[in-house]
């Protein structure tokens, strides 16, 4: 074929040249018109007349699924065609289908090697740069939507299929750390399907952003999923940080590097993700202060530290660079430093963080900062600890209202 230039335009259409038999599946094709010039493509579809309504596969319950990989063809016929435009290179048909559907032939009913929802999520998270902690999340939330099964393609990303899909995890029943010895299951926390969602959002969000689809369906649905409120949030006095920080512990051990790592956050109020791979050259030095403004591994919201005098001392010890220990093993090992400090709480990395917030809180530091120095996307996330200040002192009140009553009562028995 000769070269062609001018504006081009693509649809998919039922059996051009109109050779189907009654009641007998026909092709779907890509036509491409540039100027007065038509061009067909074939897609590997074929479907009954009486499925194809305009311009869009109905009345089979493979529908979505077809229109997807119609959708997905015709785009990629469109991009090579248009980019042979901007080359000034011949539009040649048979070319066109081989940089569109590789090796395959495109009567084999094969898919192109551009995927759907689900496969475009299981990539995009590998290629983020995300933590290994966060990356197990986001892939539980993918097991979750393959299980479920409403949301496999773009065009299932409706509002209707992520309330389907939220019924799915209310209903869902696991056995988890706590059960699986003896065997019973347990729903999810409302905490958890909060956080599957967040998740499913925030790769939707991606890719509007990449231009794979037009709106986000959460958008639609603002306020339908709440996390729900947290009870209480754990966290250390300064009393019990200090006996923590008092323990002596043999150099070189895990419960030393344990101990030191959880100070370390204490301090600084780092999620453990960035702790670990936090090290001095990411300071800028001024006037005795080391000062760090980062993006969080978790979330890529900005956080900004200054080390105080217990964390520089301990990354100081460490040669500069924060030693490297799996979560696991180092939140077992937490378990431990607790106990020999006599604490009796649940002690983990997140607790560091808490500790820090509640401790930032307790010295009036505004709540607006101590956001900015976790790195909180919302400061509804900050709130969380002042609401447990809150707490505190209502306890002081009971205090003085209890010594109030016991006055009282001791003036009626005399």
Not at 16 to 43: A, C, F, K, M, N
Not at 227 to 234: A, D, L, W, Y
Not at 354 to 375: D, N, Q, S, Y
Request: glycine share 8%; with cysteine; proline share 3%.
């Amino acid at each position: 074929m000769g070269k062609v230039q001018g504006t081009m335009t693509t649809t998919v259409v039922f059996d051009h040249r109109g050779r189907t038999l009654q009641g007998r599946p026909g092709p779907l094709e890509v036509r491409v018109t540039v100027q007065s010039r038509v061009y067909y493509v074939g897609t590997g579809v074929k479907v009954l007349r009486s499925e194809w309504r305009a311009g869009e596969v109905v009345n089979r319950p493979d529908a979505d699924l077809l229109n997807e990989r119609l959708d997905i063809i015709n785009k990629a016929v469109a991009e090579e065609v248009n980019d042979r435009l901007i080359r000034d290179v011949p539009i040649d048909v048979a070319e066109v289908k081989r940089a569109v559907w590789g090796n395959r032939s495109d009567e084999d009913g094969g898919v192109l090697n551009v995927s759907p929802f689900l496969d475009w999520f299981e990539e995009r998270v590998q290629l983020l740069g995300l933590a290994p902690g966060t990356i197990k999340h986001y892939n539980t939330t993918l097991a979750h939507l393959r299980a479920c099964g409403y949301i496999k393609t773009w065009r299932q990303l409706t509002p209707e299929n992520v309330r389907k899909f939220d019924l799915y995890l209310h209903g869902l029943r696991i056995k988890n750390a706590v059960t699986r010895a003896n065997g019973k299951e347990v729903a999810l926390t409302q905490g958890t399907i909060h956080n599957q969602h967040k998740n499913l959002k925030a790769m939707i969000a991606r890719a509007v952003v990449e231009g794979r689809c037009q709106a986000n369906p959460y958008d639609r649905l603002r306020g339908e999923f709440a996390r729900g409120e947290r009870e209480t949030v754990e966290y250390l006095t300064k009393d019990e940080l200090w006996r923590i920080e008092a323990l002596e512990l043999d150099d070189g051990g895990i419960l030393a590097l344990a101990r030191d790592l959880f100070v370390f956050q204490a301090y600084t109020g780092m999620g453990y993700s960035d702790m670990q791979s936090f090290s001095l050259s990411d300071c800028i030095e001024s006037d005795g202060r080391w000062i760090v403004a980062k993006q969080r591994q978790k979330t890529g919201a900005t956080y900004y530290v200054q080390l105080l005098p217990p964390a520089l001392a301990i990354v100081k010890k460490y040669g500069g660079a924060m030693p490297q220990v799996a979560g696991q093993v180092y939140n077992r090992n937490l378990k431990a430093v607790a106990a020999m400090a006599g604490i009796h709480k649940r002690v983990t990395s997140h607790v560091a963080r808490h500790t820090f917030a509640t401790w930032a809180l307790h010295e009036e530091v505004p709540i607006e900062r101590v956001a900015k120095m976790l790195g909180h996307t919302n400061i509804r996330q900050t709130q969380r600890y002042a609401k447990v200040l809150a707490e505190d002192v209502y306890k002081e009140f009971d205090r003085m209202a209890k010594s109030l009553t016991n006055k009282t009562t001791q003036k009626q028995t005399t």
